[in-house]
């Protein structure tokens, strides 16, 4: 399907130009022409458009060589498709610089030796550029609706490609997913060389690599010689999970078939989101299995792996690994209605599945509460080990994250993951750690990017104390002097002594962080010494004083901060 382009040697068969004459640039005859106007003033440039055709009497000619020859260039810097001149109205002759320069510059020039009636001129060949046009906004209408009713009834993909197959000249209709196998349509045929091209089309790590799921782009490439594709994304909750997309014959032009790609992806994003709920709807039984996980009421390894669906590894050397991650989701506007928080999850919930189908992660997921309990299995990852484990769950959060910043502006992400486990059973105590990562980057700002457990430091033995007034008492034991001193003067002793330490003594360094002057540095020690002894920089006090500082950011997160 394509709209035939109108050129300058098509022109030149009109009848209105049967006494027009080439008088300089015929290699630029297959120049093509969107709009035909006329012009007559010098500095044209602002009023030329690519591929304009322009009719002129030639008035600008009596202008001063140089000036000519800058209305000339004009045209040819804007990618006019050419110039028709007629004589005998304002000038006799065409100067030989002008014929000259077209010529090296392959412009055609076009010349009517008696004058003619530009406004016939203009109306022939409007009617030549809009008549095709208008055909192709009908079809494309026709195409819209017959679209739209098939969105209302029982359908498919594979109902989609058909349709667009028809409404564009029996092209091969190509779509590649990130979710299902790819599909063809028509089944491909023709030389086993394009076959084998359009098989194996790299689409995958095209869309991972490139990230063109932060927005999506349509994409024409060659795929050798004189085949190509033009492929156009299926967006769904901004995540490109798909492209349809068209072979394009030599002698085509794509861009009248975009139009056409972008409303039958819009058709399969909406399938994608039919099928994605769909499918939620029938993963009720698996909440209960993940209940009864989170519960130790599983008997044993062999009895995970069977009610949460678990493959068994294809590689015998291949050693099974499971992360457990928490999402929880936050609103800020706690008047939210209840049916819309319960909307907003279940999109999320969608959305989550969706991007764990993506990077094709075996998956189990239990929303209780405002809290997503995934627990993540390497089966399926391209890296299997710990590290492509971790780097798969970080992409998730942050296309999750990524999301909610341009869709839900009142709501808030904070994801978690407890450390590698290698048996289904020990995965309980992960999504204990996955809560204290979220618990952590909530409350101590320091830790706010902190996603995985093995990423707490020494926070891992706080958060293992059991009773929070031990840790009170610790706290309050070695800071309760600053604490009471800031009350009374607010020198900031506590952001000083913990700058100083987390410079290793150098009272330099610490200045500068802090921006203050050397001497206020000084003044702020003296007062330090003063309450904590002079011996504060001694190994086991200073490791009493960092750990006090560590659970008071965690206790008091306003305080600290």
Known sequence: MDIQQLTLDKILTRPLFHTAKVAAGADGLQHAVDWVHVLEIVQVAPFVSRNDLILTTGLWMNQLPEQRLSYLQQLIDQQAAGLCLELGTSIDRIP???????????????????????SEITQDLHSLLLEPRKMHTEKLDSFAKKLHQM?????????????????????????????????????????????????????????????????????????????????????????????????????????????????????????????????????VNHDQIMMDLLHHQLDSEEAARDALDLPQSSNSSQMDLF??????????????????????????????????????????????????????????????????????????????????????????????????????????????????????SKNVPAMASCLFYSDMGAYQLLKAIPSPSILEAFVQEHLGAIYAHEKEHQHRLLETLDMYLQCSGSKHETARRLFIHRQTLYNRMER??????????????????????????????????
């Not at 296309?399 to 839900?408: E, S, T």
């Not at 200073?542 to 500082?549: P, T, V």
């Open 151 to 283: 969105m209302r009834q029982p359908s498919d993909l594979s109902s989609v490609m058909r349709l667009l197959h028809e409404y564009t000249t029996d092209a091969q209709i190509l779509y590649y997913s990130l979710l299902e196998p790819n599909r063809f349509y028509p089944k491909l045929a023709g030389s086993p060389k394009l076959k084998h091209a359009l098989q194996d089309y790299p689409f995958r790590d095209i869309i991972l690599q490139s990230e063109l799921e932060l927005g999506g782009v349509q994409m024409q490439t060659t795929l050798w010689g004189t085949h190509q594709i033009l492929l156009y994304p299926v967006i769904c909750f901004g995540q490109t999970l798909a492209y349809l997309g068209v072979t394009i014959h030599p002698h085509h032009s794509p861009k009248e078939l975009v139009p056409f790609l972008e409303y039958a992806a819009d058709s399969a994003a909406g399938l994608i989101m039919r099928t994605r709920y769909r499918e939620e709807r029938d993963m």
């Open 323 to 440: 992360i457990p991650l928490i999402i929880e989701i936050n609103q800020q506007r706690s008047e939210i209605e209840f049916e819309h928080t319960e909307s907003i999850l279940q999109d999320l919930l969608v959305l989550l599945r969706t991007l764990l189908k993506r990077d094709r992660i075996h998956h189990n997921i239990l929303l209780k509460h405002n809290k997503f309990h995934v627990l993540m299995a390497n089966m399926g990852l391209q890296d299997v080990s710990s590290n492509g484990l971790k780097a798969a769950a970080q992409r998730i959060i942050q296309d999750m994250k990524r999301f909610v910043c341009d869709h839900l502006s009142d709501v808030h992400i904070h994801g978690g993951a407890g450390n590698t486990r290698y048996r289904i059973l020990d995965t309980p105590t992960g999504f204990k750690e996955a809560g204290q990562v979220i618990e952590l």
């Open 528 to 561: 330090l010494q003063e309450l904590l002894g002079d011996d504060f920089m001694e190994q086991n006090t200073r490791i009493c004083l960092e750990l006090a500082l560590l659970a008071s950011k965690m206790l008091y997160p306003i305080r600290s901060s």
């Open 96 to 118: 030989e610089e002008i014929l000259e320069l077209a010529e090296q510059k392959h412009f055609p020039v076009i010349v009517f030796a008696q004058p003619v009636r530009f």
